[in-house]
């Protein structure tokens, strides 16, 4: 979604060090941009994921932008998991981020796990791990809650300490 965090609206970006527009946690964040949105969402739950993911770490990598860490996942790891993820579940994610990004930006589950199948097909599983002493946040149950309604598979992995 990057054309649409950086899209040309007025009076959210003052200079030039900014890493994100001063809108993003806002109510208008979406509704300003929202036809920018719903046309790239509906591309990405039609199977262009991959595609837009491709020409934007081609033309943005290493640009500094609040939330993205270019160093932390290649670009093949990056398309494997947009694959197993599946566009409508991604669009779903997406669209959460730019409505609410303040609320929806922390509380997602700590692991994301995918596997490919034959086809270039796959299936992908987010996973919450908790330790004996740690329970869910109100934020992490929000997260799971959503993210079964969109059809994607989640869990909670409880450890445990075992004697040796």
């Not at 719903?38 to 609040?66: F, N, P, Q, Y």
Request: proline residues 4%.
């Amino acid at each position: 979604m990057w054309d649409i965090v950086f899209a040309d609206v007025p009076n959210v970006f003052r200079t030039k060090f900014q890493t994100a527009p001063l809108d993003l946690e806002t109510d208008s964040f979406y509704e300003v941009r929202r036809g920018l949105v719903e046309g790239l969402l509906d591309k990405i739950e039609h199977g262009m994921a991959e595609e837009l993911l491709i020409m934007s770490w081609e033309s943005h990598v290493g640009t500094v932008c609040r939330g993205v860490k270019w160093d932390k996942h290649s670009l093949s790891e990056l398309r494997a998991a947009v694959t197993c993820i599946g566009g409508p579940c991604l669009a779903s994610i997406c669209r959460n981020l730019a409505q609410d990004y303040r609320s929806w930006s922390s509380g997602m589950p700590d692991l994301l796990l995918w596997r490919f199948h034959d086809n270039y097909r796959g299936e992908a599983k987010l996973v919450e791990v908790k330790g004996p002493r740690d329970r869910l946040s109100e934020q992490q149950r929000a997260w799971l809650l959503f993210l079964m309604d969109c059809g994607f598979n989640v869990e909670v992995c409880k450890v445990s300490h075992s004697p040796i």
